[in-house]
């Protein structure tokens, strides 16, 4: 776990580790992304020619699938306690009306994550699991001759379902780190100004500097 001790004006918010697993998800993100597009719709299956064809595609994409699994277990893993829910993420959801008018003062103080982050995160988990459940029931050639056909078919349906929930809670989560500025540098160098945590996490920060103001 990253050490989160300020020294020379900077706060460490992760760990080498912890941001190598995050771009490794983000990489097999894209990959997984593009193939299971190709696969979903004719109008969609030129990006096949990104992996070699169809037959490749098909091949290649529930493997990158797996590997996108593991790397995020074990991120997921990592933050599970930091992104439980409490009386305080409540509050912070229910006063939805300052967020949207970004009113952010007046919300209860963010520990390391906001509610909505929390929120984010647990729907991610939701969203993988029911892709690695649902793939598993259709793969061919490996699983899906054990299956009926109607079971089949549903598993398809609902696997397409997550992946493009999926998508779009990505596009939303890049959206709001861009939105939020040095986000991004924060996944990229690992470290954060005393000045942004305070802001944007100030539970957080008091926790980190001892500093109770």
């Known amino acids: 776990m990253p050490n989160p001790t300020p020294s020379a004006g900077r706060i460490q918010r992760y760990s080498t580790g912890e941001r190598s697993t995050h771009w490794i998800v983000a990489g097999c993100f894209v990959l997984a992304a593009l193939s299971g597009l190709a696969l979903l719709h004719p109008s969609m299956f030129f990006f096949s020619s990104l992996f070699g064809g169809g037959p490749w595609t098909r091949i290649l994409h529930p493997f ?50 906001n509610a909505g982050q929390k929120v984010l995160f647990w729907l991610l988990v939701l969203l993988m699991l029911l892709l690695v459940a649902t793939g598993f029931l259709f793969w061919r050639p490996w699983f899906a001759q054990y299956f009926p056909i109607s079971i089949v078919r549903f598993a398809t349906l609902l696997h397409a379902a997550s992946a493009i929930g999926l998508i779009l809670l990505i596009i939303g989560h890049i959206y709001m780190a861009i939105w939020t500025r040095h986000s991004i540098r924060a996944m990229i160098r690992g470290w954060v100004t005393p000045r942004w945590a305070r802001h944007h996490h100030p539970a957080w920060y008091r926790e980190v500097t001892k500093d109770p103001n």
């Not at 933050?79 to 009386?87: E, T």
């Not at 959801?93 to 390391?112: C, F, S, T, V, Y």
């Open 64 to 113: 990158v699938g797996l590997v996108m699994l593991v790397a995020f277990a074990l991120f997921a893993l990592r933050h599970m306690a930091d992104n439980a829910i409490g009386d305080n993420d409540r509050k912070w959801l229910g006063q939805w009306r300052d967020i949207a008018a970004n009113r952010m003062d007046r919300l209860p103080e963010a520990g390391k994550y």
